[in-house]
């Protein structure tokens, strides 16, 4: 019976990932495109809610600047203005429009669909460091004109969630929360790939730690885990930053360490459950395993999600 349901959970879970890969193939996602890999790696132990989750915050998360020509931002390292649509814009002036360091700047899901010639000419932003305009409505703004506009000192302004919230929109996500479950599916899938490759190799070469074979097997998948989900974290924010190198891993590094070790830990405490407590160790070679596995994804999310929330409130994580 238990072998029956762990078979019918696995067949569900690839299943969910094969719908999702089939639409990401037919609409891939341009502006990071890792997370094509993201979330049909997650539907492998999520299933359904993974489907849902990808239909409703992931599969329309999209940014278009394609009016923007012309904007001077050398340096905007970071910025995160993913969903940002200002699609229906006409004569914005952001001519000689400079911003050389605004590391770190957030202004996803900015709602500007209705601004008309917005003019915020020879506006001095310059000590607007940490500047907070979340929620800020610019929806019925005309006459803006933002032409040699100088925030060459704003670093890290948050515009998250600057629009219109009471309009339902498919390009951009209607709260908060939303955003910190893509972040964290993103951490996910780091692990999740890891802890899905580790247990084969540790089959080949097992070795213990504390004369234990599980705690061995935790260490190498944590290892995996943590070169992989920084690996995913560097291919989320290079394009962000357009930038690469040392710096960008280290950076990468930093942004998923407690992420990732907060996932890790609740995968860990459900396992730890499944082999000192419930059935003993299992083989990666039984369906078993693999539905455990998938239990553990579950609370390994649950545990990682308020760490995210966290890290992106702070800015230590940029939101996604």
Same mark, same amino acid.
């Given at each position: 019976?238990?072998?029956?349901?762990?078979? *019918?959970?696995?067949?569900?879970?690839?299943?969910?990932?094969?719908?999702?890969?089939?639409?990401? *193939?037919?609409?891939?996602?341009?502006?990071?495109?890792?997370?094509?890999?993201? /979330?049909?790696?997650?539907?492998?132990?999520?299933?359904?809610?993974?489907?849902?989750?990808?239909?409703?915050?992931?599969?329309?998360?999209?940014?278009?600047?394609?009016?923007?020509?012309?904007?001077?931002?050398?340096?905007?390292?970071?910025?995160?203005?993913?969903?940002?649509?200002?699609?229906?814009?006409?004569?914005?002036?952001?001519?000689?429009? !400079?911003?050389?360091?605004?590391?770190?700047? =957030?202004?996803?899901?900015?709602?500007?669909?209705?601004?008309?010639?917005?003019?915020?000419? !020879?506006? =001095?932003?310059?000590?607007?460091? #940490?500047?907070?305009?979340?929620?800020?409505?610019?929806?019925?703004? +005309?006459?803006?004109?933002?032409?040699?506009?100088?925030?060459?000192?704003?670093?890290?302004?948050?515009?998250?969630?600057?629009?219109?919230?009471?309009?339902?929109?498919?390009?951009?996500?209607?709260?908060?929360?939303?955003?910190?479950?893509? =972040?964290?599916?993103?951490?996910?899938?780091?692990?999740?790939?890891?802890?899905?490759?580790?247990?084969?190799?540790?089959?080949?070469?097992?070795?213990?730690?504390?004369?234990?074979?599980?705690?061995?097997?935790?260490?190498?998948?944590?290892?995996?885990? @943590? @070169?992989? #989900?920084?690996?995913?974290?560097?291919?989320?924010?290079?394009?962000?930053?357009? +930038?690469?190198?040392?710096?960008?891993?280290?950076?990468?590094?930093?942004?998923?360490?407690?992420? @990732?070790?907060? /996932?890790?830990?609740?995968?860990?405490?459900?396992?730890?459950?499944?082999?000192?407590?419930?059935?003993?160790?299992?083989?990666?070679?039984?369906?078993?395993?693999?539905?455990?596995?998938?239990?553990?994804?579950?609370?390994?999310?649950?545990?990682?999600?308020?760490?995210? /929330?966290? @890290?992106?409130?702070?800015?230590?994580?940029?939101?996604?």
């Amino acid at each position: 019976m238990f072998k029956s349901l762990s078979e *019918i959970f696995i067949c569900i879970g690839i299943l969910s990932a094969i719908i999702i890969t089939v639409d990401i *193939i037919r609409n891939p996602q341009k502006e990071m495109p890792i997370m094509n890999l993201v /979330w049909p790696i997650n539907g492998l132990w999520a299933g359904p809610f993974c489907i849902l989750a990808y239909f409703t915050i992931g599969k329309h998360r999209k940014m278009d600047m394609s009016d923007m020509n012309g904007m001077d931002m050398p340096h905007m390292g970071g910025m995160d203005m993913s969903n940002m649509d200002m699609s229906n814009e006409k004569e914005i002036d952001m001519k000689n429009m !400079n911003m050389p360091h605004m590391n770190g700047m =957030d202004m996803s899901n900015m709602d500007m669909s209705k601004d008309k010639e917005m003019d915020m000419k !020879n506006m =001095d932003m310059s000590d607007m460091k #940490g500047m907070d305009m979340s929620n800020m409505d610019m929806s019925k703004d +005309k006459g803006m004109n933002m032409k040699n506009m100088d925030m060459s000192k704003g670093k890290e302004m948050d515009m998250k969630g600057s629009g219109n919230e009471d309009k339902p929109s498919k390009k951009k996500y209607s709260s908060f929360w939303q955003g910190v479950v893509a =972040d964290t599916l993103h951490c996910g899938a780091g692990c999740s790939l890891a802890d899905l490759i580790g247990p084969w190799i540790f089959l080949v070469v097992p070795f213990t730690i504390f004369n234990n074979l599980t705690f061995g097997e935790w260490v190498l998948d944590y290892c995996l885990a @943590l @070169l992989t #989900g920084v690996t995913f974290q560097y291919a989320a924010i290079s394009p962000m930053m357009k +930038k690469k190198g040392l710096k960008v891993w280290l950076k990468a590094l930093k942004i998923d360490f407690f992420s @990732l070790t907060s /996932w890790q830990i609740g995968m860990y405490g459900f396992m730890a459950l499944v082999i000192f407590v419930w059935f003993g160790r299992l083989s990666p070679t039984t369906p078993e395993f693999w539905f455990m596995m998938q239990i553990a994804m579950c609370c390994g999310f649950i545990t990682a999600y308020p760490v995210n /929330w966290i @890290l992106v409130k702070k800015g230590i994580k940029m939101g996604m």
